[in-house]
């Protein structure tokens, strides 16, 4: 009697688990309405204005295109907080999961999520140089599983110094601050270096390794340059307030690439709004979930630049704004 017992009981808890088993929803990659939902994981290397609007204009962009957060669009998103070996973890993650597409913001976290696959879709925003960074084999031909849109515009840099030289005709020195572990700040220096050479300017730099060391550096710059210029260098622009501090205390106009830091204390910049990339490089998302090729996709960047004035930091950086400055200018009220 006790293994016939024995053999009834455990048919019967095998019966009951069978049953829990099935009454546990299932991930089928579908909502409510049987409507397949999309998964984009998003790595971003840093907190800062630009970047933060880069991903809001690439999440604009999908939801104009029919792709809706809870909807039929699930977005996993991670913030490398300036660490390179975040990263890696976080990039591993995001390809672990399988997500449809990834969006990778600035040059390290596109270069981090690059390595780790060579299958899954990746579109890459704010990357100065994604040649050099070895992203894609051309512009107009990236050649393999990753495309995007790059922050640099040809002339912006050039269009920045004239800028400077027709505002402060009497400055001769323009101070610069940037990580020379980032490959896109690297790339932008030389070009600073390379146009005011050209136009008979010297250029002075500060580098620094982490984000605490920001305001050490603009501290460095005080009585050796007129002039403060900031490139779109993730760990600078991440300490911004800490350069906005400096140039506020010691009457040094701050210039930056970033539009966005003109709002946070920069005095002008000469360049475009990030939210504005970020929203290309969404539709170009939308582009190859509908299965075109990102080798296919030339890589983008904007092509409308403008000059962008705080008349609130001029004023804390002793500047005195003319008709001159402010015509045809955006003034940044904040």
């Not at 792709?67 to 660490?83: I, K, M, R, S, T």
């Not at 250029?203 to 605490?212: I, L, Q, R």
């Not at 929203?279 to 190859?288: D, I, L, N």
């Not at 008709?323 to 009220?333: D, K, N, P, R, V």
Request: aromatic share 6%.
């Amino acid at each position: 009697m006790k293994p016939f017992f024995s053999i009834v009981m455990v048919c019967s808890l095998l019966l009951l688990a069978a049953c829990g088993n099935s009454s546990e929803p299932k991930d089928t990659g579908k909502n409510e309405d049987g409507k397949k939902v999309v998964k984009i994981g998003i790595a971003q290397y840093a907190n800062h204005p630009s970047l933060d609007g880069a991903r809001e204009g690439f999440l604009q962009a999908l939801k104009d295109a029919g792709y809706e957060e809870n909807v039929n669009l699930q977005v996993d998103f991670h913030n490398a907080q300036g660490d390179m070996n975040n990263n890696l973890t976080i990039a591993q993650k995001l390809v672990g999961d399988k997500n449809d597409l990834i969006l990778a913001i600035a040059t390290p976290t596109a270069q981090a999520v690059a390595k780790a696959t060579k299958d899954i879709p990746v579109l890459f925003t704010a990357v100065t140089d994604p040649v050099t960074s070895k992203l894609v084999d051309s512009l107009e031909k990236p050649g393999g599983n990753v495309t995007g849109t790059r922050d640099t515009n040809p002339d912006a840099i050039k269009k920045t110094m004239e800028t400077i030289k027709k505002f402060f005709p009497e400055a001769r020195k323009i101070g610069v601050i940037y990580n020379s572990g980032e490959q896109n700040s690297v790339v932008n220096v030389a070009n600073v270096k390379q146009v005011l050479q050209e136009g008979g300017l010297e250029t002075v730099e500060a580098t620094v390794t982490n984000s605490s060391e920001v305001k050490q550096a603009a501290d460095s710059l005080v009585g050796r340059a007129d002039i403060i210029y900031l490139t779109s260098d993730n760990t600078v622009i991440s300490a911004l307030s800490s350069v906005v501090s400096v140039a506020n205390d010691k009457d040094i106009p701050l210039f930056c690439e970033s539009s966005e830091s003109v709002g946070e204390g920069a005095f002008a910049s000469i360049g475009f709004q990030y939210y504005d990339l970020g929203y290309t490089t969404g539709k170009m998302a939308v582009e190859v979930l509908k299965g075109a090729s990102p080798a296919d996709i030339p890589v983008q960047f904007s092509e409308k630049l403008d000059l962008m004035i705080n008349p609130k930091a001029a004023e804390a950086q002793g500047i005195t704004l003319t008709e001159e400055m402010t015509q045809g200018a955006i003034l940044i009220e904040k």
